[in-house]
RNA sequence: GGAGGCGUCGCCUAGUCCGGUCGAUGGCGCCCGCCUGCUAAGCGGGUUGAGGAUAAAACCUCUCGCGGGUUCAAAUCCCGCCGCCUCCGCCA
């Protein structure tokens, strides 16, 4: 949820915003209008309410016929009352949704434009290539005994995997990693329930644009999250941090569970776009002025990541139209993958400035210059450190060599306790 | 799943049977001030959060786990839900 004050003062930078992301700016007088009318709803049941209990005092103390009189004036006035609420509840109501339904304000830097307008920041490495015909992670993944698609699809369906031998021990290295970069970085680890309740979900904005992609648990009003940002953003709901704890840095592993509603016929081969994969997510708690300097930090931390898997990959600055509901800024890292001569998003890091923490109620408690505290909205940042299957695509394809085999990336070794893995069966 | 108990403004706690001077008691902690060579003790005051109003205040409304209901009036009575604890059953 944006500042309201900002649209009460500032609409125009609202509907800006709006015009940047490619959205109307309807939904910005809608809520122009509902604050209006809340505010005098507001007014009219809290001048009845006071007269109300002004009156209700004098009861006890009245006797005979004033206590009558009081007794049908403050009995009228009741039914008064509680119309005013019901109408003021029905005003705010009208409010909350307009205001929620305006997604966060996107920094100035962020390129205007949809999916095709991000810009390249940076490039690293440089893509591998082969003097022989390389193989996509599929065909590597069988030769390997790594990845069991077939089996995935028998037992679970289409965009389900098993990973077996070195694929498992692959996922567990690179958790591993992921947990040693996130100890050296100072994150706290975690390990978060990847089902939640409708509050988390919608408190993270994704039962909005998102909300085809989530799975919901039957006749239980909980969901499959699709990514431990959510229980994280709610693990401090409901909560004033000690604003002299911050940043609070967490590294979060749990499985996640997407949907890819509207995705059919985009990768439908191997496991780049799957419904279920697991994940080591960074988020992060701190004051907003300081969230722009720890989303560079995050995004350092996922080009080191990328860095010790020895991969080559750029960084783009994600465009407005493509910004999920909750960030002001979002970063992907996109891995070079070989068979398919283009980068591909392994990580992705967003700002989401205090949108999260207004909608879950989190808020930090301030010193101030004068010695006093005061309530500050606080901001939430997320990045992916990573996330399995595609890390082990970019991995698989990048290194491998002609007979089939894998070279495994130096910091991998010694969580896999080789140098190369070999085929299992020929080519 | 069955039975019972509990949920009060940071922590503890009074109040709930018998609705209105509880529009929330006291203690601890914390903050400010006084006092005392310093410190401690002592004394006085302050200390939930949200919203409305205002130049800013004063002020007003809401907030006793959450949501309804009864009533002129609800921390207090009634209903539903959630969470925690104890016992039983079941189980990785």
Redesign the pocket.
């Known amino acids: 949820m944006i500042d309201?004050r900002i649209l009460r003062e500032d609409p125009d930078r609202v509907r800006a915003a709006q015009a940047k992301r490619g959205l109307s700016d309807d939904v910005v007088d809608r809520a122009l209008a509902a604050?209006t009318a809340?505010?005098e709803a507001?007014?009219t049941?809290?001048?009845r309410?006071?007269e109300?209990?002004?009156?209700?005092?004098l009861?006890?103390?009245a006797q005979g016929e004033e206590k009558t009189a009081?007794?049908t004036r403050?009995?009228a006035?009741?039914a008064q009352?509680?119309e005013a609420e019901a109408a003021q509840?029905v005003a705010e109501e009208e409010w909350r949704q307009s205001l929620l339904s305006i997604p966060n304000l996107a920094a100035d830097e962020v390129p205007a434009g949809g999916e095709d307008d991000f810009v390249v920041l940076e490039t690293v490495g440089t893509p591998a290539t082969f003097d022989f015909e390389p193989r996509d992670h599929v065909e590597l993944g069988r030769m390997l005994g790594a990845i069991d698609l077939e089996r995935g699809a028998k037992v679970s369906g289409s965009r389900f995997y098993f990973l077996t031998g070195v694929g498992a021990e692959l996922e567990f290295a690179l958790i591993n990693l992921a947990n040693e970069t996130a100890r050296e970085f100072g994150f706290t680890q975690v390990i978060a329930p990847s089902m939640v309740k409708p509050r988390a979900m919608d408190g993270t904005g994704f039962l909005g644009q998102a909300a085809d992609d989530v799975y919901r648990i039957e006749g239980q009003d909980m969901y499959l999250v699709g990514t431990s940002e959510v229980p994280m953003a709610a693990y401090h709901s409901d909560e004033?941090l000690d604003g002299s704890s911050l940043p609070l840095r967490y590294a979060a592993f749990s499985p996640c569970f997407r949907k890819e509603a509207g995705s059919h016929g985009k990768d439908t081969k191997g496991i780049i776009r799957v419904h279920w994969f697991d994940k080591v997510e960074m988020f992060v708690y701190t004051t907003v002025e300081d969230s722009y300097a720890e989303h560079q930090r995050l995004l350092s931390i996922e080009k080191a990541f990328l860095d010790k898997l020895e991969l080559a990959y750029q960084v783009i600055d994600t465009a407005a139209g493509d910004l999920g509901l909750s960030a002001q800024r979002k970063f992907d890292c996109e891995a070079w993958i070989p068979t398919q001569g283009k980068y591909r998003e392994l990580t992705s890091t967003s700002n989401c400035t205090e949108f999260q923490t207004r909608r879950l109620d989190t808020?930090g408690?301030f010193t101030t210059a004068d010695?006093?505290?005061e309530?500050k909205a606080i901001a939430t940042l997320n990045g992916t450190l990573c996330a399995v299957p595609r890390a082990i695509v970019a991995i698989l394809e990048t290194h491998q060599q002609a007979d089939g085999s894998v070279k495994v990336p130096q910091a991998l070794q010694k969580w896999l306790g080789r140098e190369v893995l070999e085929p299992v069966t020929g080519g």
Do not use: C, H, M, Y
């Open positions: 309201p604050d809340r505010r507001i007014t049941f809290e001048s309410r006071g109300q209990k002004r009156l209700g005092k009861i006890p103390q009081l007794l403050t009995k006035l009741a009352v509680k509840a004033i808020r408690r010695g006093g505290t309530l």
